[in-house]
Protein backbone atom coordinates (compact mmCIF):
# COMPACT_ATOMS: atom_id res chain seq x y z
CA UNK A 1 0.00 0.00 0.00
CA UNK A 2 1.93 3.44 -0.88
CA UNK A 3 1.77 5.89 1.89
CA UNK A 4 -0.79 8.88 1.80
CA UNK A 5 -0.26 11.52 -1.14
CA UNK A 6 1.70 8.62 -2.34
CA UNK A 7 -1.05 7.12 -4.29
CA UNK A 8 -0.13 4.62 -7.10
CA UNK A 9 -2.98 5.64 -10.02
CA UNK A 10 -2.88 4.59 -13.55
CA UNK A 11 -3.62 6.85 -16.00
CA UNK A 12 -5.59 6.04 -19.61
CA UNK A 13 -3.22 7.81 -22.70
CA UNK A 14 -4.99 6.95 -26.06
CA UNK A 15 -2.93 4.16 -26.51
CA UNK A 16 -1.90 2.39 -23.64
CA UNK A 17 -2.13 2.57 -19.68
CA UNK A 18 0.37 4.18 -17.49
CA UNK A 19 1.97 4.57 -13.95
CA UNK A 20 1.96 7.72 -12.41
CA UNK A 21 2.12 9.00 -8.87
CA UNK A 22 -0.79 11.50 -8.43
CA UNK A 23 1.74 14.01 -6.26
CA UNK A 24 3.47 14.41 -9.49
CA UNK A 25 0.01 15.67 -11.29
CA UNK A 26 0.33 18.50 -12.74
CA UNK A 27 -2.64 20.08 -10.89
CA UNK A 28 -1.88 18.76 -7.60
CA UNK A 29 -5.38 19.16 -6.86
CA UNK A 30 -7.30 17.77 -3.14
CA UNK A 31 -9.64 15.23 -3.36
CA UNK A 32 -13.05 15.18 -3.25
CA UNK A 33 -14.69 12.35 -1.45
CA UNK A 34 -18.19 10.53 -2.08
CA UNK A 35 -19.44 7.35 -0.49
CA UNK A 36 -19.79 5.87 -3.89
CA UNK A 37 -18.30 7.34 -7.28
CA UNK A 38 -19.94 6.08 -10.32
CA UNK A 39 -18.49 6.70 -13.18
CA UNK A 40 -20.73 6.79 -16.29
CA UNK A 41 -24.14 8.88 -16.25
CA UNK A 42 -25.97 6.68 -19.00
CA UNK A 43 -29.02 4.84 -18.00
CA UNK A 44 -27.57 2.28 -15.73
CA UNK A 45 -25.19 4.78 -13.51
CA UNK A 46 -27.88 7.48 -13.23
CA UNK A 47 -30.27 4.51 -12.17
CA UNK A 48 -28.03 3.39 -10.09
CA UNK A 49 -27.42 7.17 -8.68
CA UNK A 50 -31.19 7.24 -8.37
CA UNK A 51 -31.85 4.16 -5.94
CA UNK A 52 -28.51 5.06 -3.66
CA UNK A 53 -29.73 8.46 -3.79
CA UNK A 54 -32.90 7.66 -2.53
CA UNK A 55 -31.55 6.39 0.40
CA UNK A 56 -29.10 9.20 0.91
CA UNK A 57 -25.95 7.78 0.20
CA UNK A 58 -23.27 10.55 -1.18
CA UNK A 59 -23.14 9.72 -4.87
CA UNK A 60 -20.49 11.67 -6.85
CA UNK A 61 -22.17 10.94 -10.31
CA UNK A 62 -19.19 11.25 -12.87
CA UNK A 63 -19.65 11.65 -17.44
CA UNK A 64 -17.57 12.54 -20.06
CA UNK A 65 -20.94 14.62 -21.51
CA UNK A 66 -20.69 17.98 -21.13
CA UNK A 67 -24.23 18.63 -20.25
CA UNK A 68 -27.71 16.22 -19.51
CA UNK A 69 -30.55 16.20 -21.95
CA UNK A 70 -32.91 18.62 -22.99
CA UNK A 71 -36.39 17.38 -21.38
CA UNK A 72 -37.91 19.49 -23.54
CA UNK A 73 -37.10 18.18 -27.09
CA UNK A 74 -36.51 14.24 -25.97
CA UNK A 75 -39.77 12.34 -27.09
CA UNK A 76 -41.29 14.62 -29.61
CA UNK A 77 -41.06 14.35 -33.51
CA UNK A 78 -38.71 12.14 -35.42
CA UNK A 79 -37.67 8.94 -32.72
CA UNK A 80 -34.20 8.37 -31.60
CA UNK A 81 -32.50 5.95 -33.68
CA UNK A 82 -31.52 4.11 -30.54
CA UNK A 83 -34.22 2.35 -28.96
CA UNK A 84 -34.91 -1.03 -26.08
CA UNK A 85 -37.47 -3.11 -25.47
CA UNK A 86 -37.59 -2.77 -21.78
CA UNK A 87 -39.17 -6.01 -19.85
CA UNK A 88 -41.76 -5.52 -17.44
CA UNK A 89 -39.09 -5.82 -14.34
CA UNK A 90 -37.40 -2.78 -15.43
CA UNK A 91 -40.92 -0.83 -16.08
CA UNK A 92 -41.15 -1.75 -12.14
CA UNK A 93 -37.92 -0.46 -11.44
CA UNK A 94 -38.17 2.37 -13.18
CA UNK A 95 -42.03 3.22 -11.72
CA UNK A 96 -40.59 2.68 -8.32
CA UNK A 97 -38.02 5.33 -8.68
CA UNK A 98 -40.86 8.10 -10.74
CA UNK A 99 -39.21 8.06 -13.99
CA UNK A 100 -41.98 5.81 -15.74
CA UNK A 101 -44.84 8.12 -15.30
CA UNK A 102 -42.92 11.02 -17.37
CA UNK A 103 -41.65 8.02 -20.30
CA UNK A 104 -45.02 7.49 -20.33
CA UNK A 105 -46.45 10.88 -20.94
CA UNK A 106 -43.83 11.63 -23.23
CA UNK A 107 -42.98 8.53 -25.34
CA UNK A 108 -43.29 4.51 -25.34
CA UNK A 109 -44.76 1.81 -27.86
CA UNK A 110 -46.47 -0.77 -25.96
CA UNK A 111 -46.18 -4.66 -27.69
CA UNK A 112 -48.49 -7.05 -27.06
CA UNK A 113 -46.99 -9.71 -29.13
CA UNK A 114 -44.04 -11.09 -30.30
CA UNK A 115 -43.30 -13.19 -33.61
CA UNK A 116 -39.88 -15.37 -34.63
CA UNK A 117 -39.75 -16.74 -37.71
CA UNK A 118 -36.75 -18.47 -39.91
CA UNK A 119 -36.79 -16.38 -43.52
CA UNK A 120 -34.69 -19.64 -44.95
CA UNK A 121 -37.28 -22.21 -43.35
CA UNK A 122 -40.88 -22.52 -42.39
CA UNK A 123 -40.52 -22.38 -38.18
CA UNK A 124 -41.94 -20.00 -36.91
CA UNK A 125 -42.92 -19.24 -32.73
CA UNK A 126 -45.08 -16.34 -31.80
CA UNK A 127 -46.05 -15.28 -28.12
CA UNK A 128 -48.61 -13.17 -26.67
CA UNK A 129 -49.02 -11.15 -23.26
CA UNK A 130 -52.09 -13.18 -22.46
CA UNK A 131 -50.37 -16.12 -22.62
CA UNK A 132 -47.84 -15.38 -20.46
CA UNK A 133 -50.14 -13.69 -17.58
CA UNK A 134 -49.16 -10.21 -18.32
CA UNK A 135 -50.97 -6.92 -19.56
CA UNK A 136 -47.77 -5.93 -22.02
CA UNK A 137 -44.58 -8.05 -23.04
CA UNK A 138 -43.06 -4.93 -22.68
CA UNK A 139 -41.93 -1.44 -24.42
CA UNK A 140 -39.62 -0.22 -27.04
CA UNK A 141 -38.46 2.99 -25.61
CA UNK A 142 -36.09 5.71 -26.98
CA UNK A 143 -33.18 5.44 -24.96
CA UNK A 144 -32.83 9.28 -24.51
CA UNK A 145 -36.50 8.73 -23.10
CA UNK A 146 -35.46 6.49 -20.49
CA UNK A 147 -32.04 8.73 -19.68
CA UNK A 148 -34.02 11.74 -19.24
CA UNK A 149 -36.74 10.37 -17.11
CA UNK A 150 -33.97 9.64 -15.00
CA UNK A 151 -32.05 12.88 -15.13
CA UNK A 152 -35.05 14.66 -13.95
CA UNK A 153 -35.24 12.09 -10.73
CA UNK A 154 -31.27 13.61 -10.12
CA UNK A 155 -32.89 17.07 -9.58
CA UNK A 156 -34.42 16.03 -6.22
CA UNK A 157 -31.87 14.21 -4.80
CA UNK A 158 -29.35 16.16 -2.59
CA UNK A 159 -26.91 13.42 -2.01
CA UNK A 160 -26.29 12.85 -5.56
CA UNK A 161 -23.64 15.23 -7.34
CA UNK A 162 -23.18 15.23 -10.69
CA UNK A 163 -19.77 16.11 -12.25
CA UNK A 164 -20.14 16.44 -16.16
CA UNK A 165 -17.34 17.37 -18.61
CA UNK A 166 -14.94 15.15 -16.42
CA UNK A 167 -13.51 12.03 -18.31
CA UNK A 168 -11.76 9.93 -16.02
CA UNK A 169 -8.25 9.39 -16.62
CA UNK A 170 -6.81 7.25 -14.05
CA UNK A 171 -7.29 4.76 -11.35
CA UNK A 172 -5.57 5.05 -7.66
CA UNK A 173 -6.03 4.45 -4.25
CA UNK A 174 -7.07 7.60 -1.96
CA UNK A 175 -5.42 9.13 0.92
CA UNK A 176 -7.37 6.80 3.71
CA UNK A 177 -6.95 3.25 1.77
CA UNK A 178 -10.06 3.58 -0.59
CA UNK A 179 -10.35 4.05 -4.56
CA UNK A 180 -9.86 7.52 -6.26
CA UNK A 181 -10.35 8.66 -9.79
CA UNK A 182 -8.38 10.74 -11.72
CA UNK A 183 -9.97 13.28 -14.03
CA UNK A 184 -8.93 14.70 -17.11
CA UNK A 185 -8.90 17.91 -15.81
CA UNK A 186 -6.33 17.05 -12.77
CA UNK A 187 -9.32 16.60 -10.34
CA UNK A 188 -9.61 14.09 -7.88
CA UNK A 189 -12.72 12.19 -6.50
CA UNK A 190 -12.49 9.71 -3.62
CA UNK A 191 -14.57 7.32 -1.98
CA UNK A 192 -14.57 3.25 -0.19
CA UNK A 193 -16.52 2.18 -3.83
CA UNK A 194 -15.75 3.14 -7.30
CA UNK A 195 -18.51 1.79 -9.99
CA UNK A 196 -17.90 1.38 -13.42
CA UNK A 197 -20.64 1.95 -15.67
CA UNK A 198 -18.92 3.50 -18.42
CA UNK A 199 -20.17 1.49 -20.93
CA UNK A 200 -18.59 -1.19 -23.61
CA UNK A 201 -15.84 -0.07 -23.78
CA UNK A 202 -15.01 0.95 -20.26
CA UNK A 203 -11.84 2.51 -19.18
CA UNK A 204 -12.28 2.34 -16.08
CA UNK A 205 -12.17 -1.58 -16.80
CA UNK A 206 -8.99 -1.93 -17.91
CA UNK A 207 -7.33 0.66 -15.63
CA UNK A 208 -8.43 -1.53 -12.98
CA UNK A 209 -6.32 -4.57 -14.87
CA UNK A 210 -10.00 -6.46 -15.47
CA UNK A 211 -9.87 -8.55 -18.77
CA UNK A 212 -12.55 -9.58 -20.72
CA UNK A 213 -13.71 -12.57 -22.68
CA UNK A 214 -14.61 -10.99 -26.24
CA UNK A 215 -16.61 -12.69 -28.58
CA UNK A 216 -16.28 -10.85 -32.55
CA UNK A 217 -19.77 -11.55 -33.71
CA UNK A 218 -18.36 -10.56 -37.24
CA UNK A 219 -21.85 -8.99 -37.19
CA UNK A 220 -22.65 -4.92 -37.00
CA UNK A 221 -26.26 -3.41 -36.54
CA UNK A 222 -27.69 -1.66 -38.87
CA UNK A 223 -30.02 0.86 -37.33
CA UNK A 224 -32.48 3.04 -38.37
CA UNK A 225 -36.65 4.25 -38.36
CA UNK A 226 -38.91 3.23 -40.63
CA UNK A 227 -42.22 3.55 -42.13
CA UNK A 228 -44.73 0.71 -43.38
CA UNK A 229 -47.49 0.20 -44.87
CA UNK A 230 -49.38 -2.13 -42.54
CA UNK A 231 -50.40 -1.37 -39.06
CA UNK A 232 -47.42 -3.43 -36.99
CA UNK A 233 -50.64 -4.37 -34.40
CA UNK A 234 -47.87 -3.87 -31.04
CA UNK A 235 -46.35 -6.96 -32.90
CA UNK A 236 -42.07 -7.09 -31.92
CA UNK A 237 -40.65 -9.47 -35.07
CA UNK A 238 -37.80 -10.43 -36.00
CA UNK A 239 -36.62 -12.61 -38.99
CA UNK A 240 -33.48 -14.84 -38.62
CA UNK A 241 -31.79 -14.33 -42.21
CA UNK A 242 -29.23 -16.14 -43.37
CA UNK A 243 -26.69 -13.16 -42.85
CA UNK A 244 -28.36 -12.56 -39.43
CA UNK A 245 -31.35 -11.71 -37.26
CA UNK A 246 -33.72 -8.52 -38.68
CA UNK A 247 -36.34 -6.73 -36.02
CA UNK A 248 -38.66 -4.63 -36.77
CA UNK A 249 -39.38 -3.12 -33.49
CA UNK A 250 -43.40 -1.60 -33.08
CA UNK A 251 -43.34 2.88 -32.13
CA UNK A 252 -46.48 4.29 -31.52
CA UNK A 253 -45.97 8.07 -32.98
CA UNK A 254 -49.21 9.96 -31.57
CA UNK A 255 -51.00 6.73 -31.24
CA UNK A 256 -50.56 5.33 -34.90
CA UNK A 257 -48.77 2.25 -35.75
CA UNK A 258 -47.30 2.71 -38.92
CA UNK A 259 -43.40 3.46 -37.61
CA UNK A 260 -40.92 0.51 -37.13
CA UNK A 261 -37.46 0.86 -35.51
CA UNK A 262 -35.05 -1.24 -37.18
CA UNK A 263 -32.53 -3.47 -35.85
CA UNK A 264 -30.55 -5.37 -38.34
CA UNK A 265 -27.40 -7.55 -37.72
CA UNK A 266 -25.36 -8.74 -40.61
CA UNK A 267 -21.88 -8.85 -41.74
CA UNK A 268 -19.49 -5.88 -42.05
CA UNK A 269 -19.42 -6.18 -45.87
CA UNK A 270 -23.28 -6.25 -46.17
CA UNK A 271 -23.75 -3.14 -43.50
CA UNK A 272 -21.42 -1.27 -45.86
CA UNK A 273 -23.38 -2.14 -48.60
CA UNK A 274 -26.81 -1.14 -46.87
CA UNK A 275 -25.64 1.97 -45.65
CA UNK A 276 -24.72 3.00 -49.49
CA UNK A 277 -27.82 2.61 -50.62
CA UNK A 278 -30.91 5.65 -51.19
CA UNK A 279 -33.04 5.78 -49.08
CA UNK A 280 -35.36 4.03 -51.52
CA UNK A 281 -33.71 1.27 -52.14
CA UNK A 282 -32.91 0.35 -49.04
CA UNK A 283 -36.48 0.86 -48.38
CA UNK A 284 -37.06 -1.67 -51.06
CA UNK A 285 -34.35 -4.11 -49.54
CA UNK A 286 -36.32 -4.35 -46.13
CA UNK A 287 -39.31 -5.06 -47.28
CA UNK A 288 -38.18 -7.67 -48.97
CA UNK A 289 -35.99 -9.58 -46.63
CA UNK A 290 -39.05 -9.12 -44.32
CA UNK A 291 -41.23 -11.16 -46.53
CA UNK A 292 -43.69 -8.27 -47.25
CA UNK A 293 -45.24 -8.66 -44.00
CA UNK A 294 -45.76 -5.09 -43.19
CA UNK A 295 -46.25 -4.47 -46.82
CA UNK A 296 -44.25 -1.68 -48.54
CA UNK A 297 -40.82 0.30 -46.64
CA UNK A 298 -40.48 3.82 -46.27
CA UNK A 299 -37.15 4.58 -44.02
CA UNK A 300 -37.99 8.12 -42.61
CA UNK A 301 -34.59 8.72 -41.16
CA UNK A 302 -30.61 8.20 -41.55
CA UNK A 303 -29.18 4.42 -41.45
CA UNK A 304 -25.97 4.16 -39.09
CA UNK A 305 -23.88 0.81 -38.28
CA UNK A 306 -22.59 -0.39 -34.90
CA UNK A 307 -19.68 -2.83 -34.32
CA UNK A 308 -21.13 -6.03 -32.04
CA UNK A 309 -19.21 -7.28 -29.98
CA UNK A 310 -19.81 -10.02 -27.35
CA UNK A 311 -18.11 -9.27 -23.83
CA UNK A 312 -17.72 -10.33 -20.38
CA UNK A 313 -15.78 -8.99 -17.92
CA UNK A 314 -13.70 -11.56 -16.32
CA UNK A 315 -14.65 -10.34 -12.47
CA UNK A 316 -17.48 -7.98 -11.58
CA UNK A 317 -15.69 -6.50 -8.34
CA UNK A 318 -12.60 -5.87 -6.36
CA UNK A 319 -11.96 -4.45 -3.44
CA UNK A 320 -13.52 -1.40 -3.84
CA UNK A 321 -14.31 -1.38 -6.94
CA UNK A 322 -17.11 -3.07 -9.10
CA UNK A 323 -18.57 -2.93 -12.98
CA UNK A 324 -22.61 -2.77 -13.91
CA UNK A 325 -24.30 -2.63 -17.20
CA UNK A 326 -22.51 -2.72 -20.67
CA UNK A 327 -19.11 -2.18 -18.81
CA UNK A 328 -19.87 -5.80 -17.46
CA UNK A 329 -21.16 -7.28 -20.35
CA UNK A 330 -22.27 -6.74 -23.74
CA UNK A 331 -25.27 -8.91 -25.80
CA UNK A 332 -26.06 -8.98 -29.09
CA UNK A 333 -28.94 -6.45 -29.97
CA UNK A 334 -31.21 -9.64 -31.00
CA UNK A 335 -32.51 -10.25 -27.37
CA UNK A 336 -33.22 -6.70 -26.60
CA UNK A 337 -31.22 -7.02 -23.62
CA UNK A 338 -28.61 -5.11 -22.63
CA UNK A 339 -30.41 -2.42 -20.88
CA UNK A 340 -32.29 -4.42 -19.07
CA UNK A 341 -29.67 -6.65 -17.78
CA UNK A 342 -27.89 -3.54 -16.74
CA UNK A 343 -30.76 -1.88 -14.68
CA UNK A 344 -31.06 -5.23 -13.06
CA UNK A 345 -27.26 -4.95 -12.22
CA UNK A 346 -27.74 -1.25 -10.95
CA UNK A 347 -31.27 -2.73 -8.83
CA UNK A 348 -29.20 -5.64 -7.26
CA UNK A 349 -25.96 -3.55 -6.54
CA UNK A 350 -27.83 -1.29 -5.26
CA UNK A 351 -29.68 -3.73 -2.85
CA UNK A 352 -26.56 -5.24 -1.60
CA UNK A 353 -24.87 -1.74 -1.14
CA UNK A 354 -28.01 -0.56 1.18
CA UNK A 355 -27.78 -3.74 3.07
CA UNK A 356 -23.66 -3.36 3.99
CA UNK A 357 -24.38 -0.24 4.85
CA UNK A 358 -27.34 -1.40 7.49
CA UNK A 359 -24.97 -3.77 8.90
CA UNK A 360 -22.17 -1.35 9.31
CA UNK A 361 -19.90 -3.47 6.15
CA UNK A 362 -17.92 -1.00 4.45
CA UNK A 363 -19.04 -0.41 1.24
CA UNK A 364 -15.88 -1.01 -0.74
CA UNK A 365 -15.65 -4.67 1.30
CA UNK A 366 -15.00 -7.27 -1.99
CA UNK A 367 -16.25 -10.29 0.13
CA UNK A 368 -19.59 -8.42 0.55
CA UNK A 369 -19.31 -6.73 -3.12
CA UNK A 370 -19.21 -10.89 -4.18
CA UNK A 371 -22.61 -11.20 -2.97
CA UNK A 372 -23.30 -8.82 -6.28
CA UNK A 373 -21.26 -10.33 -8.27
CA UNK A 374 -22.91 -13.87 -7.26
CA UNK A 375 -26.09 -12.81 -7.96
CA UNK A 376 -25.49 -11.10 -11.72
CA UNK A 377 -23.03 -13.13 -12.90
CA UNK A 378 -24.94 -16.46 -13.58
CA UNK A 379 -27.99 -14.46 -15.08
CA UNK A 380 -25.89 -12.27 -17.65
CA UNK A 381 -23.82 -15.00 -18.33
CA UNK A 382 -26.59 -17.41 -19.25
CA UNK A 383 -28.59 -14.72 -21.64
CA UNK A 384 -24.92 -14.33 -23.07
CA UNK A 385 -24.58 -18.23 -24.15
CA UNK A 386 -27.96 -18.11 -25.25
CA UNK A 387 -27.21 -15.41 -27.67
CA UNK A 388 -24.54 -16.89 -28.69
CA UNK A 389 -26.37 -20.14 -29.43
CA UNK A 390 -28.93 -18.38 -31.48
CA UNK A 391 -26.62 -16.32 -33.70
CA UNK A 392 -24.83 -19.78 -34.57
CA UNK A 393 -27.96 -21.97 -34.90
CA UNK A 394 -29.73 -19.15 -37.42
CA UNK A 395 -26.59 -18.29 -39.20
CA UNK A 396 -26.10 -21.24 -40.87
CA UNK A 397 -27.18 -23.00 -43.87
CA UNK A 398 -26.07 -26.20 -43.24
CA UNK A 399 -29.35 -28.51 -44.28
CA UNK A 400 -29.53 -30.70 -40.85
CA UNK A 401 -29.58 -27.39 -38.69
CA UNK A 402 -32.08 -25.79 -41.22
CA UNK A 403 -34.07 -28.81 -40.46
CA UNK A 404 -33.67 -29.12 -36.60
CA UNK A 405 -34.73 -25.19 -35.86
CA UNK A 406 -37.56 -25.12 -38.16
CA UNK A 407 -38.66 -28.40 -36.01
CA UNK A 408 -37.48 -26.86 -32.64
CA UNK A 409 -39.28 -23.42 -33.53
CA UNK A 410 -42.12 -25.39 -34.43
CA UNK A 411 -42.12 -27.77 -30.85
CA UNK A 412 -41.16 -24.46 -29.21
CA UNK A 413 -44.54 -23.04 -30.43
CA UNK A 414 -46.64 -26.04 -29.19
CA UNK A 415 -44.93 -27.36 -26.50
CA UNK A 416 -46.65 -24.97 -23.70
CA UNK A 417 -44.43 -25.15 -20.64
CA UNK A 418 -41.57 -24.86 -22.13
CA UNK A 419 -42.76 -21.62 -23.98
CA UNK A 420 -43.95 -20.42 -20.95
CA UNK A 421 -40.37 -20.37 -19.64
CA UNK A 422 -39.05 -19.11 -22.76
CA UNK A 423 -41.76 -15.92 -22.58
CA UNK A 424 -40.79 -15.49 -18.45
CA UNK A 425 -37.42 -15.28 -19.70
CA UNK A 426 -38.30 -12.56 -22.51
CA UNK A 427 -40.57 -10.34 -19.86
CA UNK A 428 -37.38 -10.69 -17.61
CA UNK A 429 -38.43 -13.19 -14.57
CA UNK A 430 -35.57 -14.86 -14.18
CA UNK A 431 -34.32 -15.88 -10.48
CA UNK A 432 -34.08 -14.14 -7.29
CA UNK A 433 -35.32 -10.56 -7.87
CA UNK A 434 -34.41 -7.59 -6.04
CA UNK A 435 -37.34 -5.60 -4.13
CA UNK A 436 -37.29 -3.03 -6.65
CA UNK A 437 -38.08 -4.78 -8.95
CA UNK A 438 -40.75 -6.85 -7.96
C1 LIG B 1 -28.06 -1.60 -32.04
C2 LIG B 1 -28.35 -1.83 -30.58
C3 LIG B 1 -29.65 -2.18 -30.18
C4 LIG B 1 -29.93 -2.41 -28.83
N1 LIG B 1 -31.21 -2.78 -28.45
C5 LIG B 1 -31.48 -3.03 -27.15
C6 LIG B 1 -32.79 -3.47 -26.71
O1 LIG B 1 -33.73 -3.63 -27.49
N2 LIG B 1 -33.00 -3.69 -25.38
C7 LIG B 1 -31.98 -3.51 -24.46
O2 LIG B 1 -32.24 -3.74 -23.26
N3 LIG B 1 -30.74 -3.10 -24.84
C8 LIG B 1 -30.45 -2.86 -26.14
N4 LIG B 1 -29.19 -2.46 -26.52
C9 LIG B 1 -28.17 -2.31 -25.48
C10 LIG B 1 -28.29 -1.04 -24.66
O3 LIG B 1 -28.37 0.10 -25.51
C11 LIG B 1 -27.06 -0.93 -23.75
O4 LIG B 1 -26.92 -2.16 -23.05
C12 LIG B 1 -27.21 0.17 -22.72
O5 LIG B 1 -27.49 1.42 -23.32
C13 LIG B 1 -25.91 0.30 -21.90
O6 LIG B 1 -26.04 1.29 -20.93
P1 LIG B 1 -24.84 1.68 -19.97
O7 LIG B 1 -25.37 2.77 -19.09
O8 LIG B 1 -24.24 0.46 -19.34
O9 LIG B 1 -23.66 2.24 -20.93
P2 LIG B 1 -23.62 3.51 -21.89
O10 LIG B 1 -24.96 3.91 -22.35
O11 LIG B 1 -22.59 3.19 -22.92
O12 LIG B 1 -23.09 4.71 -20.95
C14 LIG B 1 -21.73 4.85 -20.61
C15 LIG B 1 -21.45 6.30 -20.15
O13 LIG B 1 -20.11 6.35 -19.67
C16 LIG B 1 -19.51 7.57 -20.10
N5 LIG B 1 -18.07 7.37 -20.15
C17 LIG B 1 -17.37 6.49 -20.90
N6 LIG B 1 -16.05 6.60 -20.66
C18 LIG B 1 -15.91 7.59 -19.74
C19 LIG B 1 -14.77 8.18 -19.08
N7 LIG B 1 -13.52 7.81 -19.32
N8 LIG B 1 -14.98 9.17 -18.18
C20 LIG B 1 -16.25 9.59 -17.91
N9 LIG B 1 -17.35 9.07 -18.50
C21 LIG B 1 -17.18 8.09 -19.39
C22 LIG B 1 -20.14 7.83 -21.48
O14 LIG B 1 -20.10 9.23 -21.78
C23 LIG B 1 -21.57 7.32 -21.30
O15 LIG B 1 -22.48 8.35 -20.91
C24 LIG B 1 -28.89 -2.26 -27.86
C25 LIG B 1 -27.58 -1.90 -28.26
C26 LIG B 1 -27.31 -1.69 -29.62
C27 LIG B 1 -25.89 -1.34 -30.05
Same mark, same amino acid.
Given at each position: ?????? #?????????? *????????????????? $??????????????????? /???? %??????????????????????? @??????????????? =????????? $????????????????????????????????????????? %?????? #?????????????????????? =?????????????? !???????????????? *???????? &???? +??????????????????????????? *?? @??????????? &???????? %?????? #??????????????????????? +????????????????? %???????????????? @??????? +???? &?? /???????????????????? !???? $???? =????????????????????????? !???? &????????????????????????????????????????????
Amino acid at each position: MSAPGQ #EEVKEMTMDA *PMERRVGETRHGAAEET $ADVVIVGAGIVGTALACLL /GEEG %VEVALVDARETLLDPETVGRGQP @GMRVSALTPVSQTLL =EGLGAWEWM $AARRISPYRFMQVWDAEGSGEVSFSAEQAGVARLGHIVEND %VTQAAL #ERGLDALASVKLVLGARVTGLG =ESADGGRCVQLADG !RRLAAPLVVAADGARS *PLRELAGI &GVNA +HETGHMAVVTTVQVERPHGDVARQAFL *PT @GPLAFLPLRLD &GERHHCSI %VWSTSP #EEAERLLGLSTEALGDELAMAFG +HRLGEVTVVDRAVAFPL %VQRHAQRYVLPGLALV @GDAAHSI +HPLA &GQ /GANLGLMDAAVLAEELLAAR !RRGV $ALGD =ERWLSRYARRRRGDNAGMLALMDGF !RLLF &GTRHPALTLARNLGLGAVDRLTPLKRLIMQQAIGHRGRLPASCR
